[in-house]
């Protein structure tokens, strides 16, 4: 900002600089017929202020973009840092649209404000200064007139940009809304397509997208309204002041200082008025900028005060578990903002190298158990005892080292099967990546692939099914075998053959690097697979017997 003051003070001084130039060369050329040779001079200085100006109006265009552009960057790691810090069970306001609506979107909104509304307020501030100071020394009047039709412009850009603000802020909410329904429907394309609902829901997007595009159009025609008023203010102050400037030379007034003007005098007047206006009417045009970027950041600051999962302890465990271990959970209990008691006071104990299998309708709570064993949150009150440690006083590095976790919805990147299953471990070596490979079940798809583990995926793992996705997910899991493994519906959508090679995959696994697994499921060959089946209902679980 300092430098947006320096570089708007050099600007004034070139504004002022030239008009008193120009101003010097007509009235030389139409009063006093000055020869073209003797205007040499104060042609090359006109000259050279103009290119000063450009100059100066580049370097600080140049400044500004780099500014915003470095404080945008800070911003987005300190999100990224809030997010992760908070763990898979925050979603914030809105859903994980949101999120990703304020990460990528609403930061983005912040660029106007940092690289065009904060440096032209400087401008705003000093060369309309500048040039009252040198109509007041020419003219008292001409600067009373200047003076006077200054403060319009900032009010009625104050009054209209509270009402603009407001409409911004409607106009983000929107969007997030709709970010998070677009994202919840691509999520469940499978689902819509087995019920038959995709014309349903596409109506409902269009709805959607419609209320978007009028609350859209809303703020451009604040925009444009207060624009056309900004303009009539400024034409109707030029247009007077022209009018006392030409009486007055004409002599058909003899107030103030009007008996005194001078052809040089007037035009230098009249080429400040435009200058005295044009910084006060590109701040209003950006006082939209700042509307949408205030809005922005009411919800960017939701996400960066994002609580955190959970604490470092500030004294670590002394000692990992090595092999297979007990989970023992005592009276856990854990809600959520706005909603009811998610787990009462569940207890649980599973025996190392045991795999248990947690049921329940869906909303029942069995992602937010499972996250809770897994560290990824805090519960509000109980205990979880890892080989007899307690899950608090493990560092985020250490839970690292002795869970696995897999998910439904196993995340693929654009890069080729060998980079995405060495994802957790890129140096491990090629023996380790085949031995992960024979565990998940992978070779014989590779062996079947032209170009084997250098088969390239495309985003989301574009090119390869539900079941061989999971299966890559899993290999990357046993590429580094914890002594914990958590599983969250890892069979979702799948049919019933890709479901059980999915388990016997796991089994042989299982029998070659035995690890304790937690399993989220509500499938039947889930049940057949575990070793016990516990049902989670209101809040607690019970065991189900096995027939």
């Not at 052809?263 to 206006?277: D, Q, V």
């Not at 009276?331 to 025996?351: C, E, M, N, S, Y």
Request: aromatic share 6%; net charge neutral.
């Amino acid at each position: 900002m300092p430098s947006s003051f320096v570089l708007a003070a050099l600007e004034a001084l070139t504004v002022v600089t030239q008009a008193a130039l120009l101003a010097w060369i007509l009235a030389g050329v139409i009063v006093d017929s000055v020869p073209l040779d003797s205007l040499s001079p104060a042609l090359g200085a006109l000259l050279a202020t103009w290119l000063l100006r450009a100059a100066v109006v580049s370097y600080r265009s140049r400044l500004t973009a780099t500014a915003s552009s470095q404080v945008r960057r800070t911003l987005r790691d300190e999100l990224f840092v809030a997010l992760t810090a908070a763990g898979p069970l925050y979603r914030g306001p809105r859903g994980t649209g949101q999120l990703g609506t304020g990460l990528i979107e609403q930061v983005d909104l912040l660029d106007p404000f940092y690289s065009r509304y904060l440096p032209q307020s400087a401008t705003a501030l000093l060369v309309p200064g500048a040039i009252l100071v040198a109509a007041f020394l020419t003219d008292w009047l001409a600067g009373a007139l200047l003076l006077l039709a200054a403060p319009l412009i900032p009010g009625f850009m104050i009054i209209i940009g509270m009402g603009a603000e407001q409409i911004s802020r409607r106009q983000q909410d929107a969007l997030g809304r709709l970010s998070g329904l677009f994202h919840d429907r691509l999520q469940g394309l499978d689902t819509l397509r087995r019920f038959g609902a995709e014309e349903r829901e596409i109506g409902r997007m269009a709805r959607f997208s419609e209320q978007f595009r009028e609350r859209t159009m809303q703020v451009l025609r604040v925009a444009f309204l207060s624009s056309a008023v900004l303009e009539f203010f400024s034409a109707v102050a030029i247009a007077t002041l022209a009018i006392y400037i030409g009486l007055g030379l004409l002599g058909m007034i003899e107030f103030a200082g009007a008996p005194d003007l001078t052809l040089f005098k007037g035009l230098f007047i009249l080429i400040l008025a435009p200058e005295f206006f044009t910084p006060l009417r590109t701040l209003a045009v950006h006082w939209h900028d700042r509307a949408g970027a205030l809005a922005a950041t009411q919800a960017l600051r939701e996400l960066l005060k994002a609580p955190p999962a959970r604490t470092e302890p500030e004294r670590p465990a002394a000692r990992l578990p090595r092999g297979p271990c007990e989970i023992r959970v005592c009276d856990l209990h854990k809600r959520f903002p706005d909603r009811a008691a998610v787990i009462r006071g569940l207890d649980l104990q599973v025996a190392p190298g045991e795999k248990v299998v947690i049921s329940g309708p869906s909303g029942c709570g069995k992602s937010t158990l499972l996250a809770l064993l897994a560290g990824f949150g805090e519960p509000d009150r109980g205990e979880i005892l890892i080989d007899g440690i307690d899950l608090a006083r493990f560092t985020r590095s250490q839970l690292a080292s002795i869970r696995a976790y897999l998910g439904q919805r196993p995340l693929l990147f654009p890069a080729d099967i060998a980079a995405n299953i060495r994802f957790a471990e890129p140096s491990a070596d090629d023996q380790s990546l085949a031995r992960a490979v024979r565990l998940s079940g992978l070779d014989g798809m590779i062996s079947r692939l032209p170009d084997g583990l250098a088969t390239l995926l495309g985003q989301d793992g574009l090119g390869v099914s539900g079941g061989q996705a999971r299966r890559i997910a899993l290999a990357r899991v046993l590429l580094s075998p914890r002594p914990v493994l958590f599983l969250d519906e890892p069979t979702a959508s799948l049919d019933a053959d890709t479901e059980e090679r999915l388990w016997q995959g796991l089994d042989s696994a299982l029998s070659e690097q035995p690890m304790t697994v937690v399993c989220a499921s509500h499938s039947a060959l889930a049940a057949q697979w575990a070793d016990r089946v516990l049902e989670l209902r209101n809040g607690r679980l019970e065991e189900i017997a096995r027939a």
